[in-house]
């Protein structure tokens, strides 16, 4: 089935439409995708940062403690120093530890317990009997002064000279550091507490931040390395929207770009239409021209693709334009029907004849118009002219170029049929029969119903002269007129008798 270019070019921009559309929905997953993975990155290394300033917090703290149990008299004063002077010392190791609120010097009995001699209360004690009974360094703890997380704990061993533990140096710190760690590292509207460890099996929160009535829909709790805290927080932010901020930007860029393309597609495609008809108007000039027997040098063309072929058609056309005058000037042409005429015809049967044997038989088809001189006697010589004159461009437009058309004078014309043996010719006869019009006009707009009768034979090998098919094909004309006329005969030369099969008209 042919396609127009207005549906080809429609079939073009669909599918680049879903091409277009198929590419937008596969970049907008993978940027989604990808916008989700980075977000949950983002939500995954919010804790880990915290906790990391927290640790670097209390390495800090732990560091400074370690330092000062390490310098001299500490150790002396911890094993024969009064009360008095513990706590003058520890009023001056106090002064080395900015931030500290309080700090003890806590030393070791004989008995190996801490005493809970001084100004430390059991609370505290308590925290160094639990660091003291384990060999790893001391975990920071909060305490209790009324309100729950205002100051943690943080102790160190101090040692003799022989390493021994003589007791503990312990520091209390304010909340306000870590608590302005977790404020800073939370993003807006979301929530985050520092958990530690009791005596019931759920931990309970010392520190918060942010807003607990927007806990978030995702939860990450994460540990503090070199504590036994534990940092929960809970994100509500969501990805930002897929067209928002330089997406936008973007977006609209290629939105422009793809409404570009299309408007492109549709140019070319107006322009490509254009030039076709173009085109195709010089090709039917190029035929009118041809039909009043004058081809002009050049046809304008539009699309080069077409250049080539015109260009065979219009040396064909000038070609044929030229023999056309040879045939006039030679007295070979029909001036009626500008059909070869008999001379013609019988020089051509002459040609085909002597070349069969190299080529090819060909065949020959005898055509007589139906009613021809009724038409001359009811509507006059021009309106039979007429007819001879219609009937021969109407068989000019079915029959191919290879073949020979002739007028043999009346309304009898022939077709030569060239290189084609009885079979092909017969089918041609058939089409010829579907094709040629039903009526033809004549003068004074007079439409007259076309009726023909025909006799078709092909050459053989037994031949000995042109006019034996002629002959033949003359023959099955008879038994075609004698069948009641508007059909063709065959005559098959290989059997040397008419077939009864005939060619009816459709």
Known sequence: MAQSLTRIYLQVILILILFFLAIGYVSYLAVRDMQLSLHHDKVLQIPVDTADRIVELLSGQRLALGSIAKQSGVAAIMQHGTAAERARKE?????????????????????????????????????????????????????????????????????????????????????????????QSLPPNEFMELRQPATSEIPETVLTAGNTTNSGSVSITHEIAGSSWILNYQSVETPTPL????????????????????????????????????????????????????????????????????????????????????????????????????????????????????????????IDVDHFKAVNDKHGHDAGDALIVGFANALRKVVRQTDVLARLGGDEFCIIYSYAPLRKATELVDRLRRQLPREIPLTKGVMHSLRWTGGLSAMHDKDTKPDDVLWRADQALLRAKESGRNNTKIYDPATGAPVKKSIMAS
């Open 91 to 183: 009023s001056e190791i106090k002064s080395q530890l900015p931030g500290a609120l309080s700090v003890y010097l806590l030393p070791w009995n004989d008995a190996g317990p801490v005493t809970s001699a001084g100004t430390a209360d059991p609370v505290r004690v308590d925290y160094v009997r639990r660091v003291a009974a384990t060999s790893r360094p001391a975990t920071p703890e909060f305490q209790a002064t009324g309100t729950a997380g205002e100051y943690y704990n943080l102790a160190v061993p101090v040692r003799d000279e022989q390493q021994n533990v003589t007791g503990y140096l312990l520091a209390e710190f304010p909340r306000a550091p870590i608590q302005s760690i977790l404020e």
């Open 243 to 366: 067209l928002s901020g330089i997406r936008k930007i973007y977006f609209t860029i290629a939105a422009v770009l793809f409404t570009a393309v299309l408007l492109l597609l549709f140019r070319l495609y107006r322009r490509t239409v254009r030039s076709v008809r173009h085109d195709i108007q010089s090709l039917i000039r190029m035929f009118q021209d041809l039909r009043e027997g004058s081809v002009r040098v050049s046809y304008p063309m539009a699309l080069k693709d077409f250049t080539d072929i015109f260009a065979y058609l219009r040396d064909r056309g000038q070609r044929l334009v030229k023999e056309k005058e040879k045939l006039k000037d030679m007295g070979l042409m029909d001036h009626l029907s500008q059909l070869g005429n008999r001379r013609h015809f019988e020089a051509r049967l002459k040609e085909l004849f002597d070349s069969a044997k190299s080529n090819g038989p060909s065949s020959v088809l005898i």
